[in-house]
């Protein structure tokens, strides 16, 4: 009975690290390049994502650096950027604070990093991530009655 749910547990484990990973990698991918953003339902060209934790914002000259150890990435963040916090979907440079745990979408501009939409997380992000998780635990479990 023990080995049983030790194999269960094990086997669920892996399961949600490989979703994970998974998740997280086509998060990274780029996007169709012949799609457009309108087509996409994106605020812009966003080819990637990267998630992390503000360490400096430069208001005056329109940067954010974000950190995701062992990473850092310093972004340009031009007017049109759409900035979501959870009481304003169209908040300013200046309402982030350093230490926010952020998703950055951006694209590459030449060697620049161009910031398309930085999204603040919080619980909000939290409960869309537990959503994911529940919804694969129904595919992967369902119920005898389904």
Not at 28 to 57: L, N, R, V, W
Not at 88 to 109: F, G, H, M, R, W
Not at 113 to 126: D, F, P, W
């Amino acid at each position: 009975m023990k080995r049983q749910t030790l194999c269960i547990v094990i086997g669920i484990s892996l399961s949600i690290a490989a979703v994970s990973c998974a998740d997280r990698t086509a998060a990274t991918k780029p996007t169709d390049a012949g799609m457009t953003a309108a087509a996409k339902g994106k605020p812009g060209p966003a080819s990637f994502e990267f998630e992390g934790t503000i360490d400096k914002i430069d208001a005056d000259n329109g940067s954010i650096t974000v950190q995701h150890w062992p990473l850092s990435k310093k972004f340009r963040v031009p007017p049109e950027c759409e900035i979501d916090v959870f009481t304003n979907a169209n908040a300013t440079l200046a309402q982030l604070k350093v230490n926010d745990p952020v998703v950055v979408a951006y694209s590459e501009v030449g060697k620049d990093l161009v910031a398309n939409r930085i999204r603040r997380r919080g619980k909000a992000y939290e409960q869309e991530q537990r959503e994911k998780m529940e919804r694969l635990n129904d595919m992967l479990y369902p119920s005898p009655n389904q």
